[in-house]
């Protein structure tokens, strides 16, 4: 069809995860971690579609699949941001060095 | 090298060159303006794979939801034109190294092993056809995992209510 295969789509798929794993044990600031958190469901989904793509392309598996992955971002993304919002409040700080204490 | 190769790798490095500016720009909103074009870049991707519902998915979930939702925590959190601090330097070489042990494993996997593509005709992904599927209760239907999600969906709503409302003896 094209010269770009599969292997191709997985490669920058696996780039991208790292670069979310990287981001995610380097940085402390808690909105840059979710940052990275969805860079690595992103990349999860790029490998879904790809592989219905190229190895079972009469089937919508992959696609629902990726649909689902989305939505569960989605609320994630929401209740994480609630939280910091929260975290924000009490102790006018994102850090997680300074969240070491879950209650108050 | 055609052009729908140098479509391909344009986008890959849209993807690449954004995520990896996302995660390791200073500051906080220019960061989360890099995410953004990481997103679009994967939406692209998704147009060129042929799935443009999922690629119009990921435009209004992500860059018209998720984005948007950070950068209004962005600015309810913080100073926005603040430098947040390096992280020291033996975290970023510790984390280096092991994302690049993974990525070499991986990879090395990944061109190890000859995918065996199928010959099957490319099925029907337009919209209706994904709701039908979506909502069918048949074989292999997904209609059980669409009001489990939707339930799911229910519960971070309120959730998130719950969170961030404010008590009534708070100031």
């Known amino acids: 069809m094209n010269q770009i295969g599969l292997t191709h789509l997985l490669v920058l798929s696996t780039s991208l995860f790292f670069i979310g794993v990287y981001g995610f044990l380097t940085r402390r600031n808690l909105i840059v971690m979710l940052m990275s958190v969805e860079l690595l469901l992103n990349s999860v989904n790029i490998n879904f579609l790809a592989f219905n793509k190229y190895l079972f392309p009469g089937k919508l598996d992959g696609v629902f699949f990726s649909l689902f992955i989305i939505t569960i971002a989605a609320a994630e993304a929401a209740v994480a941001i609630a939280i910091i919002i929260n975290l924000y409040r009490r102790h006018k700080s994102i850090d997680v060095e300074d969240a070491e204490v879950m209650r108050d | ?171």
């Not at chain 2, 990481?38 to 018209?64: R, T």
């Not at chain 2, 947040?84 to 990944?110: H, Q, Y």
Request: a neutral charge.
């Open chain 2, 1 to 171: 090298m055609s052009a729908n190769s140098i479509v391909f790798y344009l986008l890959a490095l849209l993807i690449i060159g954004g995520g990896f500016m996302a995660v390791t720009s200073r500051k906080i909103f220019r960061s989360a303006v890099y995410l953004l074009f990481s997103l679009i870049g994967i939406a692209g991707l998704y147009f060129w794979m042929h799935y443009e519902f999922l690629a119009a998915v990921q435009i209004i979930v992500y860059v018209g939801g998720i984005v948007v939702l950070i950068i209004f925590s962005i600015f309810l959190t913080q100073t926005s034109s603040l430098d947040m601090p390096r992280p020291n330097l033996s975290r970023r070489l510790f984390a280096g190294l092991a994302v690049l042990c993974g990525f070499l494993l991986t990879s090395t996997l990944l061109l190890q092993h000859t995918f065996i593509p199928s010959l099957e005709p490319e099925g029907d992904t337009s919209v209706s056809a994904i709701g039908m599927k979506m909502l069918s209760v048949g074989e292999g239907g997904y209609a059980l995992p669409f009001e489990v999600v939707s339930i799911l969906l229910l519960a971070a709503m309120i959730g998130c209510i719950v969170i961030a409302i404010k008590a009534p003896g708070d100031k």
